[in-house]
């Protein structure tokens, strides 16, 4: 149950809406990540030094998904508990 400082449902919903959603991009940023790693550890894995490249790019991708999505997901989370940052009022929290 999320956290609220009262007993304010509009506060409540926000939050719980808040949390919700972030978790849900940061699950799947998570997916996306892992896939990237795994194609890219793949290609590199059957075409050798060859793919190597490929398979970098393709690790690296996957790993800027996750980071982006976990970002986001934590400032949507930020965001429903009325914290300040990019979601809310400027920079900082």
Known sequence: ????????PVTFVTSTLGNGVG?????AGGIVG???RGVGQT???VTG???????DALEALGNGVESGARN???GVEDAGKGKKGIWVG???K
């Not at 149950?1 to 304010?8: A, E, G, L, V």
């Not at 030094?49 to 398979?55: A, D, E, F, L, Q």
């Open 49 to 55: 030094t060859m793919g190597k490249p490929v398979g």
């Open 1 to 8: 149950m999320p956290s609220t400082n009262d007993n304010n």
């Open 34 to 36: 892992a896939t990237g």
């Open 72 to 74: 986001v997901g934590d």
């Open 43 to 45: 290609v590199t894995g």
């Open 90 to 92: 400027g920079v900082g």
């Open 23 to 27: 978790g849900v991009a940061k699950t």
